[in-house]
């Protein structure tokens, strides 16, 4: 912990002295114009905010701190065995814009696990909940349902000062995304199973742990393919709706777990996290509609074009910033190749992958016809036997933790300050609209 203090806390000087910098020699620059449409259509592309963990490129994807994720998962320490590179990892070069050497990789994930434990009450407000309650409805409550020991708002009550309101950030931030998997499990054995939670296993790494405690498979591949889906979406900049939502929350100094909270209510919308259940949903209905034939290229373009003819959408293609294939889903793609060519579903997977783009191609209005994630992930969960659709968005928040959290904890280093831009009506609008 304190090397990873240290670290931060270097690394939040230069930048600090950045921001300074840019304020009293850059400050009245201008670096974009807002359109009409963009003031309408959610600011899309808009320049306005600062997010220092990573950088979403239309055409590479996401890099975490300047690494694209080829770079992360060949150059993150791995678990003994594994291939792919560890979340946790992933987790300390957002928070440090290092890459940790395996001993500092060790000596953080076991960081999280002295973190761990979930106060009973978390448990007990959780059982109050009707067991249909959706599961991330739960993970947002859990969050809530924690905030009391936010020692983010303790010090803050107590007068703490600016200058450490990053420190105390990053234990609230600890402490949260190491409590995330034990929440998260337990969500899934109440609400699916027996509601009993397989023993924590502090000798795992942070991913292999959550997904023995899920209790679906004890496969190794399993806990390689949950590290591999926990690192690959930790973090996706600051615009998307629950990193900007937990943004704005965290900008008021709301503590962490508030912050959470919220980002969880924007991360369950069916435009965002809730895509992945959205496609497998999609994905099991095609299979079903195929009625056994082996999906190929052409069925599925026969299929793809009658869904586009009848004005659906079809889940899992097109993206509101890429505009090439996402490299996640290519990780995910190698993985499947590797581990489970013959599994039926992955068949499908495949077969859209060769069909759809063309299909969306031809359509002529999607800005992007290539395949996002959620067009993949889904697939291998079903395969490890983690197949309960409601719940794939609770694993995309588990990972989603890390980078939010560590987006925290720099908007506290850098001193950002609360949020506030400016909306008009639509008459102001047209107003300035006609003035041009
Ligand atoms: N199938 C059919 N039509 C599509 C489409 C798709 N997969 N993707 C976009 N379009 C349509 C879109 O509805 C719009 O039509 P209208 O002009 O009639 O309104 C048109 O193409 C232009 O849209 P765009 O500019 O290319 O996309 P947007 O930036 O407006 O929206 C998405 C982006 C992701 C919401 C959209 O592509 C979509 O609905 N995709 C399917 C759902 C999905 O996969 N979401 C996952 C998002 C994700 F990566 C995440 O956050 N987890």
């Given at each position: 912990l304190v090397a990873l203090k240290g670290k931060i806390a270097k690394l939040a000087k230069e930048k600090s002295a950045q921001k300074a910098d840019l304020l009293k020699n850059n400050a009245d620059v201008v670096i974009g114009e807002v359109s009409v449409e963009q003031c309408i259509n959610?600011?899309?592309?808009?320049?306005?905010m600062v997010t220092e963990t990573s950088d979403l490129d239309a055409n590479t994807g996401i890099s975490y701190r300047g690494k694209s994720l080829y770079e992360c998962n060949k150059e993150l320490p791995k678990a003994p065995g594994g291939e792919v590179a560890l979340p946790e990892a992933a987790f300390w070069l957002l928070l440090t814009g290092e890459v940790p050497t395996d001993a500092e990789c060790r000596a953080f994930t076991e960081e999280l696990h002295r973190r761990s434990a979930v106060p009973q009450s978390v448990f007990a407000t959780l059982a109050?909940?009707?067991?249909?309650?959706h599961p991330m409805t739960q993970l947002s409550v859990a969050m809530l349902a924690m905030q009391p020991d936010s020692k983010f708002a303790h010090k803050y009550d107590q007068g703490m000062k600016k200058g450490e309101y990053w420190e105390v950030a990053l234990e609230d931030a600890l402490d949260l995304v190491a409590k995330m998997p034990v929440v998260a499990a337990q969500i899934y054995r109440s609400t699916f199973k027996d509601g009993k939670l397989p023993a924590y296993n502090a000798k795992l790494d942070w991913a292999a742990n959550y997904a023995q405690m899920l209790g679906v498979n004890s496969d190794e591949k399993f806990k390689e393919v949950t590290r591999l889906y926990l690192m690959l979406h930790a973090d996706h900049e600051g615009g998307n709706v629950s990193a900007h939502t937990a943004h704005l929350v965290g900008?008021?100094?709301?503590?962490p777990y508030y912050a959470w909270a919220a980002g969880l209510c924007g991360l369950a919308g069916p435009l965002h996290g809730l895509a992945n259940q959205e496609c497998i949903s999609w994905l099991l209905e095609a299979q079903k509609d195929l009625g056994g034939q082996k999906p190929t290229k052409e069925l599925l373009t026969a299929y793809a074009e009658k869904m586009l003819a009848s004005g659906k959408v079809i889940p899992g293609f097109g993206h509101a910033v890429l505009r090439n294939t996402d490299p996640r889903y290519m990780l995910e793609r190698e993985f499947a190749l590797k581990?489970?060519?013959?599994?039926p579903l992955f068949q499908l997977v495949d077969a859209c992958y060769q069909a759809i783009p063309a299909v969306l191609e031809k359509g002529g209005k999607v800005k992007n016809p290539f395949p996002n994630v959620d067009a993949h992930s889904g697939q291998l969960m079903h395969f490890y036997?983690?197949?309960?659709?409601?719940?794939?968005t609770v694993v995309f928040a588990v990972s989603r933790a890390m980078g939010v959290m560590a987006q925290y904890v720099w908007a506290r280093a850098v001193g950002l300050p609360i949020e506030r831009p400016k909306s008009v009506p639509l008459d102001v609008l047209a107003k300035l609209a006609n003035k041009k």
């Open positions: 959610g600011g899309r592309s808009v320049k306005m109050t909940l009707p067991k249909d309650t900008s008021a100094l709301s503590d581990n489970c060519p013959d599994d036997n983690l197949k309960e659709q409601n719940y794939y």
